[in-house]
């Protein structure tokens, strides 16, 4: 099974950028993305996207933080387009599972993407809940996981082998910290990998050898003690 690349952005002028590469199957976006892109209404930047983006899969966060607002923007933002997935965290901010929602917009045929995902039990848990119709992607943090000293890989193993029958259900290796983390995620069978537009393209350079990462290396620091006119 090939891995596809989505780009986790959301930028404008990137997303034109990246969305020409045959290498970017789709886009994940989250408010943080959103504030740092300049975003001040979340529907009419959204809108803009989706004129650039109108094929490929792309990601849209609620951010309300129950059941009825997340329900109502969940309802509204899968009015924007059919590809058009509406992501929902896997819980709250005072870490309530959010079941009831999933389960609903899940069975009105709304495509999600559950994201802040960190374990398989929480996976064990979506499914649970699901029908093996509508498309649902289940976003699991390697990354975040990483920086506090947990290894993602057994969640990932755990996780892809429970949705195994699941049709419907793929599974999102997220918060990507090295280009590495793509041939992790394709080795572990992960569906989808969302990936910030800088690692995308050290991966597009995958294939130098090992001799030529030692001569460009050794040049780049050749280059900056010219530049500094060290002595010794």
């Known amino acids: 099974m090939k891995t596809k690349i989505f780009c986790d952005i959301a930028d404008i002028n990137q997303i ?3 969305y020409q590469k045959k290498i970017v199957k789709g886009f994940t976006t989250n408010p943080t993305l959103m504030r740092k892109a300049g975003a001040k209404d979340y529907k009419a930047y959204s809108k803009k996207i989706l004129k650039i983006c109108k094929k490929k899969p792309i990601s849209f966060e609620v951010f309300g933080d129950d059941y009825m607002s997340m329900r109502n923007q969940a309802l509204k933002i899968n009015t924007w387009g059919e590809n058009v997935y509406v992501k929902i965290p896997v819980c709250n ?3 309530k599972f959010m079941g009831k929602i999933i389960k609903e917009l899940n069975s009105k045929n709304v495509k999600l993407n559950i994201t802040a995902v960190y374990n398989s039990d929480q996976t064990k848990k979506i499914l649970q809940l699901i029908n093996k119709k509508t498309k649902i992607i289940i976003s699991i943090f390697a990354g975040r996981a990483g920086d ?5 890989i057994p969640q990932f193993k755990k996780s892809i082998s429970l949705s195994k029958r699941y049709k419907n259900v793929e599974i999102l290796w997220a918060s990507v910290r090295e280009p590495y983390n793509y041939l992790q995620a394709k080795q572990l069978g992960c569906h989808i990998i969302t990936i910030p537009p800088t690692i995308i393209e050290k991966i597009e350079k995958f294939g130098k050898s090992f001799k030529q990462l030692t001569t460009e290396t050794v040049k780049a620091f050749l280059v900056d003690s ?5 002595k010794i």
């Open 93 to 95: 901010s005072k870490g």
């Open 16 to 18: 034109k950028k990246f």
């Open 226 to 230: 010219k530049k500094s006119n060290f």
């Open 148 to 152: 506090t000293g947990k290894d993602p």
